[in-house]
């Protein structure tokens, strides 16, 4: 775009606005001074362990964990176990994760507490193998879901850094080696579990998560990776990060150690998930081994992403139905007009729209998670779930702001970070993984 | 948990799926361009239907058997049952043609309203009658307790006055179940059903209307001019209790509001899965992705449409279940009809448009889906007056509260 005189002008005085001979001078007001730059936390954060794995000399035999049974009737309810997650969660989501979260979002940080609270109930262990160590009787993308939803239902952005390291022990169930298995899998279940992540988005508009442009070259002893990662969760404070990269015109998945050489991480923020510390991952020529590449014939990486895919309708579940938890209490308080505005139709149908669509996504996220857990095919439900969530969950984040008014546009209120946080239902497809 | 139909049920999901595809798309557009003829070959496949559930082990299916207990139960005392069967088999019919559905002998909304609350003596003697439901008056549709149709007692019988409107089957139908109220004054506590047969002196059937869609079904205005009815006609409790009010009677929407979601289902299952057939025939790449921005627009337009109709299946779907656990069901019923009334709607029309002129002519019978589909989101309570049952649950407020 060319600029004319005035736009000249414009672009001159906002390059000397920003001098800061202006502040040394004194020739800018007080008011105008910058806020603080960085993170100024007042809690305390994560700090990477900067931990290593140990290779084991007898590694156990992979260890799928079994499908369960398809049962004979259609049922919504939960069993026992499924019920005691869900109430454990929503009490650790509304003691512990609400009250943190606006604190944790306006600092761009993960409490450090947060992350030992929700350790201390074990999340982990669900994903893993009793031979490794974990609780796992069953492959359980339902339960995977049902935490999510709770998790999110306190705060998003606190859920996928709680559920970062969680899905990275649910890939290395599904998919890895006896040898893969064993070297990290018993790590997740010690008392000061591993930071993990999983890295598949990179900065390119229309990217599709199928066709990465990370590349992974075969060398002599293994790989060398070559490429740019965004939005990766905790990037910065994780020991293990999962990384999707080209091999050969396929895409696979590469566990890459923290520490190795080549490996640049820079904070990359954005619009919400502001706790879960996103960052820019640059990879010039790293070397791996070849045992670093996740799994063997069997992987398949469309698997990989759609289990990713439901762990984040969850998500997205758990956030709008906070979003519709909140409202309604609001709607029916606020008085305009001498009666609460949740006497009126247009207030009243946004609504029970908000009601529809979010008992929509859940429903279609669970089938998509039964479907998994018992065997069969899911990946058009896994995409039809993604595809109704990319829609619905911004316009119930949109919805809950206009609810609220003015109020829903100030921090005073969490509606105005859900509506971030919402937005990265459509855009994210890394650090999940039920 | 788990949301996929029981495998029991495959056989009448199989048994109505070839009625949908052998008797009824045969004759669909042969009974939309004549509107009021009757569709006679309906006449054998009704005596199919009763055959098969009279001996029915598990209780049968259909308008007549909603209320029925017989169902199948797991360990942990689940149920999928009646409701559930009912809704299935008739989604599966909706995909062959919603009109014709609406035009099975002894499958009507009456049969339904008997099911719900008739005594034993009335089941004997209405219970194989084809029964419809008349409500709606020229100045009350939504507003149903503003009913102006009256049952006048004199000695052993009723006297009933009125007129009323939009009676589904109301000319084919061999019997009415008709909403009047005992006593103006004494608002909704006061409205009755009462089971009318063809024949009674003082109900004339005046009238057939000409309509956008479903124009298999025969739709019709009836007046009742001192229509004398026996006392024993009247459906329910005689009694004015102003606490119960309306309750025996909605309750019925209950059960049938899940029943005609599953009719937008069904119609909106046929656009969509014929819409596809045509599309794939251009070489157009349909694939599942989870990054759809890539591929052709109509491939992700049809699979939105998809997902929305998932959703609708499944909200229905729930509704069933809750109906057949004896779970309280009226905000899930509500949810599942405005949603499927709503995508059933839009999806009809969006195939329309994605076959261009091909979808727009009568060539296809996508152009007639899209007409038929719009009803379903206004009868049995419009997409408003759902959204309004689910908003007073949802945020607590009476009908003089939230208006």
Not at chain 1, 148 to 164: I, N, P, S, Y
Request: proline share 4%; aromatic share 6%.
């Amino acid at each position: 775009m060319s600029r004319d005189p005035v736009g000249l002008a414009l672009s001159a005085m906002t390059r000397f606005a920003a001098n800061p001979l202006l502040d040394r001078l004194g020739l800018r007001s007080s008011v105008e001074k910058t806020a603080y730059h960085g993170t100024r936390a007042g809690f305390r954060t994560l700090a990477l362990a900067g931990r290593g794995f140990n290779r084991v000399a007898n590694w156990l035999p992979r260890k799928q964990l079994p499908e369960k049974a398809a049962p004979d009737l259609f049922n919504l309810t939960l069993d026992a176990d499924q019920q005691m997650i869900v109430d454990s969660l929503h009490r650790l989501a509304q003691e512990t994760l609400r009250p943190a979260a606006s604190m944790a979002d306006e600092a761009r940080a993960m409490p450090a507490e947060v992350f030992e609270a929700a350790a201390s109930l074990g999340l982990t262990l669900y994903a893993i193998p009793s031979e490794f160590g974990g609780v796992a009787e069953t492959s359980s993308p339902v339960t995977s879901v049902l935490i999510a939803e709770q998790l999110a239902w306190g705060d998003m952005g606190l859920a996928v850094a709680l559920l970062a390291p969680f899905s990275v022990a649910q890939a290395l169930s599904l998919w890895g080696t006896g040898e893969q298995q064993s070297r990290y899998l018993p790590a997740f279940c010690e008392e000061h579990p591993p930071v993990a992540t999983i890295a598949v988005d990179e900065p390119t508009a229309l990217y599709d998560p199928m066709m990465p442009s990370t590349q992974a070259t075969p060398t002599k002893s293994g790989y060398c990776l070559n490429g740019l990662k965004s939005g990766v969760v905790l990037g910065a404070e994780s020991d293990l990060l999962l990384v999707s990269a080209c091999l050969q015109g396929k895409p696979r998945v590469f566990l890459v150690e923290a520490g190795l050489p080549g490996i640049k991480i820079e904070a990359e923020p954005a619009m919400g998930l502001r706790a879960a510390q996103l960052t820019r991952l640059t990879l010039t020529n790293v070397e791996l081994p070849l045992d670093a590449l996740l799994g063997s014939e069997d992987f398949s990486f469309e698997m990989f992403l759609d289990r990713g895919a439901l762990l984040r309708c969850g998500l997205a579940t758990g956030t709008a139905q906070a979003a519709l938890d909140y409202v309604i209490p609001y709607c029916n308080n606020r008085e305009a007009f001498g009666e609460p505005i949740s006497h009126r139709q247009s207030v009243a149908f946004m609504i029970s729209n908000l009601a529809i669509e979010t008992d929509s996504m859940r429903l279609l996220t669970w089938r998509a998670a039964s479907r998994a857990e018992t065997g069969q095919s899911y990946h058009r439900e896994a995409c039809l779930a993604k595809l109704l969530c990319n829609e619905k969950a911004m316009e119930i984040g949109t919805n809950a702001v206009q609810l609220l008014g003015g109020h829903g546009f100030v921090k005073d209120h969490p509606v105005e970070r859900w509506y971030r946080d919402l937005r990265s239902v459509a855009t994210q497809q890394g650090g999940l993984h039920a | 948990m788990y949301l996929e139909i029981p495998k029991k049920f495959n056989p009448i999901v199989h048994q109505a799926r070839q009625v949908a595809r052998e008797v009824f798309r045969p004759i669909s557009r042969k009974y939309d361009l004549a509107e009021h003829a009757y569709p006679h070959e309906l006449d054998m496949f009704a005596s199919i239907m009763d055959g098969m559930n009279d001996g029915a082990i598990d209780g049968g299916a259909g308008a007549g058997k909603l209320s029925g207990s017989k169902a199948s139960t797991d360990t942990t005392g689940n149920r999928n049952g009646t409701n559930m069967k009912t809704l299935l088999g008739l989604i599966e019919l909706c995909r062959g043609d919603v009109g014709l559905a609406l035009s099975i002998p002894r499958q009507g909304l009456g049969n339904s309203a008997i099911a719900a609350v008739a005594s034993d003596a009335q089941l004997a003697h209405f219970g194989h009658s084809w029964a419809a439901m008349a409500i709606t008056e020229p100045g009350a549709g939504s507003d149903s307790a503003a009913i102006r149709t009256t049952a006048t007692k004199d000695g052993d019988h009723y006297i009933i006055n009125g007129e009323k409107i939009f009676v589904t089957a109301g000319e084919r139908a061999n019997a009415v179940v008709v909403w009047a109220t005992l006593d103006k004054s004494l608002g909704r506590a006061a409205i009755k059903s009462f089971i009318v047969e063809k024949g009674t002196a003082g109900m004339t059937v005046e009238r057939l209307e000409k309509k956008l869609g479903i124009r298999a079904s025969d739709t019709a205005t009836i007046r009742f001019e001192n229509c004398r009815v026996p006392k024993e006609n009247l459906l329910g409790d005689p009694e004015i209790s102003v606490d119960k009010g309306f309750a025996g009677a909605m309750q019925t929407f209950d059960n049938t509001r899940p029943l005609v979601a599953g009719m937008a289902i069904g119609v909106a299952e046929a656009a969509l899965a014929h819409t596809h057939k045509l599309i794939a025939e251009t070489g157009t790449d349909l694939g599942y992705r989870l990054q759809s921005w890539s591929q052709p627009a109509v491939t992700r337009e049809l699979q939105l449409l998809e997902a929305e109709l998932e959703a609708a299946r499944l909200l229905t779907l729930r509704a069933a279940w809750m109906a057949d656990n004896g779970l309280p069901n009226s905000k899930e019923a509500s949810m599942a009809k405005a949603k499927a009334g709503r995508v059933g709607n839009a999806i009809t029309l969006r195939c329309v448009e994605l076959c261009g002129s091909l979808g727009y002519s009568e060539i296809e019978l996508l152009e007639k889906w899209a007409r038929d589909s719009k009803i379903l989101d206004i009868f049995e309570g419009t997409q408003q007056i759902q959204l309004l049952i689910i908003a007073r649950r949802l945020l607590n407020k009476s009908s003089a509260e939230l208006k």
